[in-house]
């Protein structure tokens, strides 16, 4: 029987096309991840721009968040004519039921890039799936009710209805696999350790008493051609993932008495580390359907870049995601020293250390072993962090201090042990300062930086000693020597001044004022604009303060990064702080076209409808620090007026104008109230006269196309306002060059195209024209819209 894997899975194709997108939030769990909407919402914001608005979406969990959440996508999608998903299907993917999100994902992938998914279907390796694999009574009634529709609508006697034919069924199966092997349900085992017939007994009888037989265990001491692994065996200061030879050696014996693979007996808490219910068995039988003989093997394999073990490394890591809860619950948590832990962290943290941080096989890995520790942790105890702390921190924690590429899936694993409780999340923390070593605050400062994006907002609303922690540590990075170390510094400050308010940065404003004076370094500066942004959101007394940290470091003279990072996060406060409006259109108006388009969010122009096509969300700017920086949402309207102030106070209308004032109109989602109306009276004769600029016409005709397409008022100023007639007798009538005529021509047909009215007005205006007669363009598109 073929199967194509784990049904929340995503195709590689998939993937690559997610991660080209450069979302938000990267995908750790498909069916999790994109259960709230936010994700699909961020997916369709890059090719229908116009049409969503991300600021009205929530990255919450809540049912109520994701409800919202995806009202507004059914809308949108009735909106776009996307008949793509119904509302039972909504309602599975809330409730992350099982292959709801990857059919979806599929579907959409298919819609926007008009390519098919080529489904890859594995070859079988089993004719079917171990006893162990296949669902229990207790696991279908669990299942059954963790689906939507029963979440939804929670009545009794439908739900018993429901639950007594899933169990009918599951009944149904087991007696017709009696029927085909009876033999595998019969208790009766013979002394080789097969199943011998049963036989029936009347009623009287009695059993003869069975002589115990003993067998001695013979140990088979493997010697194992890795010259290396050996050295590291007998060296008591190894790390423990140095030994995952002589561990792969001897996990070939786990089965030799008699056991079975898959013959899970044992259960949690046994004192064991071998026995046949051990979460080191049951990796082992995860990869052992892959041709391997135990997880040790194929860590070993895969870090070595074997093509065998390359090939299977998605199925075998998307197996142990989907069976972490299973095989977290064979960890014996009784044991001080932890060994079941210990036997299947140690290939974990062999692979986080040696495997290339750019392969997609590291992501694999770290992102079965976070699975692991969010199933250990998921109890709101400190065991899974005490063994996280014993067994692998020592290892994960150098490879985070050693290597800046792997450091934040390296603290994501680590925190994936970690509760979110405060008080453990204190604690763990302080664990991680000492892994590091107390005297590498640079080190501790960037993971700090890392971690403080990870944790629960709520967590700083429940414990002040957390804040207290970070804040500490901002202090302390902030009285380093290394420019880096002050950055992680300030974001970190950012992060708390966004969960708890413009207060936690009361203490701070000399110090920033301070470096914006002193401090040289350009990402130093651009952190400033960043903590500076947070707080002018709070509106808080601070803000007089605040302006002046900016004024000093943003500027028509400062490095082109601070002016990226300072126009793409003070665009969100200039409603709140008008006073910055002036230096804001100074620095941007001042860009390279090719910036200020970014910044905007322009990418390469306007689809048919009027939606923005391209536009990123990342900033491309990086520093040593590591941190990343993003365009922000912003009013448009806003900008839009104050560039207006100044266009009326004289200044003139060029390229720059133009296109600042085509990013406000693309960046709001409606453009059909009066404010916008107002905005196109005062621009539409500069907007339309810039028709007639070669330089000018194409941004020109974007700006003008967007307001027809989005304000019916604006649509019919425009077509009473005589300006395009003008324009157009202007540039054919000889004065114009050939990129002017381009740019009529392609307004002319954009609104001909737009709607009945629009389509009225160019035919109209082509009838009446004098210049019409004598350019084959204009004479082709009147016969066009004649047919």
Known sequence: MATTGNPNSLSREVLRWIQSLDLAYSIKNPKRDFSNGFLIAEIFSRYFARGLAMHSY?????????????????????????????????TSIIHCEDGAVATFIKRIYQALTQREVQDVVKRPLVERPPPYMRNTGSKIVKDTLRTGNFTEHPDQTTTQNALRSELEDHEADLQHEKSIDPERFSSSLSLSGSRAPHVSKAMGEYEAPVPQVTVERIEVKQSDKNIAALRASQDPMAVPYANKSIMSAQSNNEYDNGGSPGSFSGSRGGNNSASSGSAKNMLDEVVKGWNFSSFTDFSTSLVDFEDAAVDCAEGVFDTICAEAERIASGVNTNDADFKDFAAIASPFCSMVVDLPEASNEFKGAAQAFCSLGLALSNNGSSSGLDMFDKHALPVIGQAAKSDAAKRPLALEIFYSFVPPTPEIRVDAINRLRDSLGASDIATLVHCLTNLIFIEDPSSFEESGALVDLYLEYVVAGLGQSSPSIRSASLA?????????????????????????????????????????????????????????????????????NVKKVGVAYLSSVLGEVPQLMGVYLDV??????????????????????????????????????????????????VVA???????????????????????????????????????????????????????????????????????????????????????????????????????????????????????????????????????DDLLNLQADLAM
């Open 58 to 90: 929530d990255n919450g969990t809540a049912v109520r968040v994701k409800k919202d959440n995806w009202g507004q996508l059914m809308k949108f999608f009735r909106k776009q004519g996307l008949d793509i998903i119904t509302d039972a299907e909504v």
């Open 492 to 560: 970190m400050l950012s992060e708390v001044v966004a969960n708890c308010g413009a207060s936690a940065a009361q203490q701070f404003i000399e110090p920033l004022q301070k470096l914006s004076t002193e401090d040289s370094f350009w990402e130093t500066k651009a952190q400033l604009l960043v903590v500076a942004t947070t707080i002018l959101q709070s509106r808080s007394e601070m803000t007089d303060a605040v302006v002046g940290i900016v004024e000093s470091v943003f500027h028509g003279k400062a490095s082109g």
């Open 588 to 637: 941007l108006l001042g860009m390279k076209s090719s910036d200020r388009a970014m910044l905007m969010g322009l990418g390469s122009g306007l689809n048919s409808t009027g939606g923005r096509v391209g536009g990123t969300a990342e900033l491309p700017v990086g520093g040593k620090s590591g941190l990343t920086y993003s365009i922000q949402a912003f009013d448009g309207n």
């Open 641 to 775: 007026r104050g560039l207006l102030d100044r266009v009326s106070a004289g200044e003139a209308f060029g390229e720059g104008a133009a296109q600042v004032l085509l990013g406000c109109v693309l960046s709001q989602e409606d453009v059909s109230g009066n404010g916008w109306t107002e905005v196109w009276d005062g621009f539409m004769g500069l907007v339309l006269g810039g028709l007639k600029d070669g330089e000018l016409c194409d941004v020109c005709c974007d700006v003008a196309f967007a307001f027809v397409a989005g304000n019916n008022d604006a649509a019919a100023a425009l077509y009473e306002s005589g300006y395009v007639g003008d324009a157009m007798t202007i540039v054919y009538g000889g004065d114009g060059d050939e990129a002017s005529k381009e740019g009529i021509l392609m307004f002319l047909t954009r609104v001909a195209n737009g709607s009945a009215k629009g389509c009225a007005f160019v035919e109209g205006l082509l009838e009446e024209s004098s210049v019409v007669s004598s350019d």
